[in-house]
C-alpha cells in the first residue's frame, strides 16, 4: 500500500464488498473467515459501519448486511453518471418504438452491470434490475462491451470469471469469443441468440466516449418470435440510431455507425 492509505478504510472496504457479493446477511465469524480478519478487529470496524448507517444488524441474530442507505449512495452515484442520463430519453423512445424493454449497462469487474431500464409492458421474465450484473461472454450488452477491450483485457477477463456454458448455444471458448468481438466491432452491434436464456434473443450496440472508448452499451430483448426477420432489422435500426445520437452528445464523432445504420 502506498504512503498516506489508511488501512482501517481499507478493511472497512473490503467488508462492504463481500458484504455487497453475499446474496444473504453474513455473521461475524462468516465475515472473518471469509476476509481473514481478526474477529476484534472486525467487531470495531463493522459497530462503526452500523453507526453510520452503512450496515445494518439483526437484532435477532447478530447477522450483518448493507443498509438501504448504501443503495440510496449507489443510486446517486448512478444517477449522476453522464451517459445514463443523456441516454434515459432515447431509451424511451426506443421503447415507444419497438414496445420492447431497453436495457443500458457498464463493464463493472468483468461482468455487466445494468445501471438503467425502460421495461415494457409485455417483458419477458429476466432477472435485469438496476444494479444486477450478468456474464459478459453469453450476454449481448456484454459483447458489445467486450468488444472496445484489448484482447489481453478481454483474457484477463474470461480467466478470472470463466465462461460457463448456461445453454447449447452458449459461447465457451476464448478464441470463438475473439472471433465474435471482431465481429462485432465490423457491423457495429452485437446479438446475443439464446446464448444467455433458452427463447431470448438480444441486440445490443456499444455507446462511446469523445476518446473512442466504448463507455457503456444498450440493448433491446425480446423472445425469438418477437425478434426475428423485419422486427430485427427494426430494432436494430433503432439502437443504432439511438446509439450513434447518445454518443455524439459524449462528444464521439468517428463514422462508426454509417455503415450499420
Not at 417483458?123 to 450476454?139: D, F, M, R, Y
Request: with cysteine; aromatic share 6%.
Amino acid at each position: 500500500m502506498s504512503n498516506g492509505t489508511i488501512k482501517s478504510i481499507v478493511k472497512a472496504g473490503r467488508v462492504i464488498d463481500l458484504m455487497a457479493a453475499s446474496a444473504k446477511p453474513l455473521t461475524l465469524t462468516a465475515i472473518a473467515k471469509e476476509t481473514g480478519m481478526a474477529k476484534s478487529t472486525l467487531h470495531g470496524i463493522l459497530s462503526t459501519l452500523v453507526e453510520i448507517g452503512y450496515v445494518s444488524q439483526s437484532a435477532e441474530n447478530d447477522q450483518y448486511s448493507l443498509s438501504v442507505h448504501m443503495f440510496e449512495i449507489g443510486s446517486s452515484v448512478s444517477n449522476s453518471w453522464n451517459e445514463r442520463q443523456i441516454a434515459i430519453p432515447y431509451m424511451q423512445r426506443i421503447l415507444e418504438q419497438t414496445g420492447e424493454t431497453v436495457h443500458m449497462a457498464v463493464l463493472s469487474d468483468g461482468e455487466v452491470l445494468y445501471i438503467h431500464k425502460q421495461e415494457s409492458s409485455r417483458s419477458i421474465q429476466i432477472v435485469t434490475a438496476n444494479g444486477v450484473k450478468l456474464p459478459a461472454h453469453c450476454t449481448g450488452l456484454g459483447k458489445a462491451l467486450l468488444s472496445g477491450l484489448q484482447p489481453a483485457e478481454v483474457l484477463q477477463i474470461v480467466d478470472s470469471k470463466g465462461m460457463q456454458r448456461l445453454t447449447e448455444h452458449t459461447i465457451t471458448s476464448y478464441d470463438a469469443l475473439m472471433d465474435e468481438l471482431a465481429r462485432v466491432r465490423q457491423q457495429g452491434y452485437s446479438v446475443d441468440n439464446q446464448e444467455f436464456m433458452d427463447g431470448l434473443r438480444c441486440i445490443a450496440v456499444p455507446i462511446y466516449t469523445h476518446s473512442g472508448k466504448v463507455t457503456a452499451a444498450i440493448s433491446i430483448a425480446g423472445p425469438l418470435s418477437r425478434m426475428r426477420d423485419e422486427d430485427f432489422e427494426f430494432n436494430k435500426k433503432c439502437l443504432l440510431t439511438a446509439a450513434r445520437e447518445i454518443s455524439k452528445k459524449l462528444g464521439y464523432t468517428n463514422e462508426q455507425f454509417k455503415a450499420a445504420v
